[in-house]
């Protein structure tokens, strides 16, 4: 009876825990990122699983540069567990479909990550971001 009990109790673990990993990696929108002259829209972000593809922060989205006449452009900030932002390009004038993947090769899989949008205004002037919206791994 003890054997039954702790082998019922043992699957009851495993199958719990395939299904949080499975609602863990699945595809979440958020509300798109603004700032003056560049937009990211169409935002999604998963965690990927740990042991595949370093458990990584994976980003997807639109970026459009809205500032049409001001020869600037747009550029997509993510950054994991407080380390430097990884900078992913747009285009002037344009649209760019953005699909990226973030991770911390020293750990096992990402806990935290931020995102901002920004319009790259030159050297002389300082770029214009948006607030950096921090994610957590539930």
């Not at 950054?79 to 090769?105: A, C, E, L, M």
């Amino acid at each position: 009876m003890r054997k039954i009990t702790a082998a019922v109790l043992t699957a009851g673990l495993f199958f719990g825990g395939v299904g949080a990993a499975v609602a863990d990696s699945a595809w979440h929108s958020t509300k798109d990122f603004v700032t003056g002259g560049a937009r990211f829209e169409e935002a999604k972000y998963k965690w990927e699983e740990p042991g595949q593809m370093h458990g990584a922060f994976h980003v997807k989205g639109r970026l459009v540069d809205t500032g049409f006449r001001d020869n600037h452009n747009v550029y997509l900030q993510v950054k994991v567990h407080g380390y430097g932002w990884n900078r992913f390009n747009g285009t002037q004038k344009r649209s760019v479909w953005i699909d990226k993947i973030v991770y911390d090769g020293a750990t096992r899989y990402t806990r935290s990550a931020e995102v901002r949008v920004c319009q790259n205004r030159g050297s002389l002037r300082p770029d214009n971001c948006s607030f950096p919206r921090p994610f957590e791994r539930p």
